[in-house]
Antibody
Framework: EVQLVESGGGLVQPGRSLRLSCAASGFTFDDYAMHWVRQAPGKGLEWVSGSSWNSGTIGYADSVKGRFIISRDNAKNSLYLQMNSLRAEDTALYYC????????????????WGQGTLVTVSS | QSALTQPASVSGSPGQSITISCTGTSSDVGGYNYVSWYQQHPGKAPKLMIYDVTDRPSGVSNRFSGSKSGNTASLTISGLQAEDEADYYCSSYTSSSTVVFGGGTKLTVL
């Protein structure tokens, strides 16, 4: 059974940093691209960042480029999101998601989602 | 990275068919066959319903189908059931090697 378990969320002041983690199990982690998707309270979905299986292809939404860094450790079946210079508008539930297609950069469709970790940016 | 355009809400009666549109540009929906659709019930994580424009993941009912014409993709749900009431989001790969979502559509089953 595929499982994605996020951790690291919490309340943080504007301008500070936070690191999210995602522990994956139930599939061959290094066969798939992985992504972070967020959802602000009562709002829609927003893709944040994605990494190909070998970290060779990495992308970011314009809203987080230069502030967030995605990384993965295939030996530990883990995905990370380092979030710096946090803003109030970064407040959201952050989902770790698995690409539906194995290999290269995947198909940019997401077949498994974690339950999310809530990040609240407020003074 | 402008969001794809979806109607805010659609509704239908049990047994009917409804279609949700998702309009983008030639740099996203119109340029690639990487359009996906997700269903989200309140308080739950999204569920993949359609990927690569027309494909259904294993376990998803064949009442759900996808299509695309030009810069507009569509999700059709036939034989509407009460359990289909949810929010629906489309997404597309973009020429900037990113992913863009639609604003979401609330489906009400009357």
């Amino acid at each position: 059974e595929v499982q994605l378990v996020e951790s690291g969320g919490g309340l943080v002041q504007p301008g500070r940093s936070l690191r999210l983690s995602c522990a994956a199990s139930g599939f061959t982690f290094d066969d798939y691209a992985m992504h972070w998707v967020r959802q602000a309270p009562g709002k829609g979905l927003e893709w944040v960042s994605g990494s190909s299986w070998n970290s060779g292809t990495i992308g970011y939404a314009d809203s987080v480029k230069g502030r967030f860094i995605i990384s993965r450790d295939n030996a530990k079946n883990s995905l990370y999101l380092q979030m710096n210079s946090l803003r109030a508008e970064d407040t959201a539930l952050y989902y770790c998601v698995k690409d539906a297609t194995a290999g290269d950069s995947g198909s940019y469709s997401f077949d498994y989602w974690g339950q999310g970790t809530l990040v609240t940016v407020s003074s | 990275q402008s969001a794809l355009t979806q109607p805010a809400s659609v509704s239908g009666s049990p047994g009917q068919s409804i279609t949700i549109s998702c309009t983008g540009t030639s740099s996203d929906v119109g340029g690639y066959n990487y359009v996906s659709w997700y269903q989200q019930h309140p308080g739950k994580a999204p569920k993949l319903m359609i990927y690569d424009v027309t494909d259904r993941p294993s376990g998803v009912s064949n009442r759900f189908s996808g299509s695309k014409s030009g810069n507009t993709a569509s999700l059709t749900i036939s034989g509407l059931q009460a359990e289909d009431e949810a929010d629906y989001y489309c997404s597309s790969y973009t020429s900037s090697s990113t992913v863009v979502f639609g604003g979401g559509t609330k489906l009400t089953v009357l």
